[in-house]
């Protein structure tokens, strides 16, 4: 890969990484209701869960999905399903900072395997990974592969703890729970606008 294909996708993923989406939008949530350090589960899946999310897409999946066209539609009603889910439950839960035990209420941070499982239903995810491949690695072969997905993991994790650590730092003005609850709300409210994208085009 030259140095300028090189810098280009560096800027590429810390722009994607680093930019509001279902991933940060959730990693602010929960770093104000659950802090930063509950969290890192959440981030380092979704760091690890993305990068084995290329490596899989530039070895074959890219061209099945390319294969079978309905596989994309049917894929985006699943992507916003779970996402209006993932919204309700933001907005509904109990906000266990607030309680005398930190461990308590009906919501808990995504756990490693949770998150990592998320980017195969984060229509961000997808077009991240499609496009990566795609204009990075058309040739498919596995040390280009491997590169994209080892630059996106390196430049992802810490991008998206910026967010994580600005949901943590706005818990010192969340101090009650009617705060805490419209906060939540309003992000169910952001994670369901970052949704538009894919309501609209195709991956």
Request: proline fraction near 5%.
């Amino acid at each position: 890969m030259s140095f300028e294909l090189l810098t280009a996708l560096c800027l590429y993923a810390f722009v994607s990484s680093i930019t509001p989406g279902p991933n940060n939008l959730m990693l602010m949530a929960s770093g104000a209701n659950f802090g930063y350090q509950r969290t890192i589960p959440h981030m380092l899946g979704v760091g690890i869960g993305f990068m084995i999310m290329i490596v899989l897409i530039g070895m074959g999946l890219k061209q099945l999905f390319d294969a079978y066209p309905l596989s994309h539609q049917i894929l985006k009603v699943v992507s916003i399903t779970y996402l209006l889910y993932l919204a309700y439950k933001i907005a509904v839960s109990t906000v266990p900072k607030i309680k005398e035990n930190p461990e308590d209420g009906d919501a808990n941070p995504l756990t490693f395997f949770q998150a990592a499982l998320f980017q195969w239903v984060n229509p961000k995810a997808w077009t991240m990974a499609l496009t990566a491949i795609s204009v990075y690695s058309p040739s498919a072969n596995i040390e280009s592969i491997l590169l994209v997905a080892l630059i996106f993991g390196g430049i992802n994790l810490p991008s998206v703890s910026v967010w994580t650590a600005l949901g943590q730092e706005l818990s010192r003005f969340l101090t009650n729970e009617l705060r805490l609850k419209v906060f939540n709300v309003s992000m169910a409210f952001l994670l369901i606008l970052s949704m538009y994208p894919v309501m609209s085009a195709s991956f």
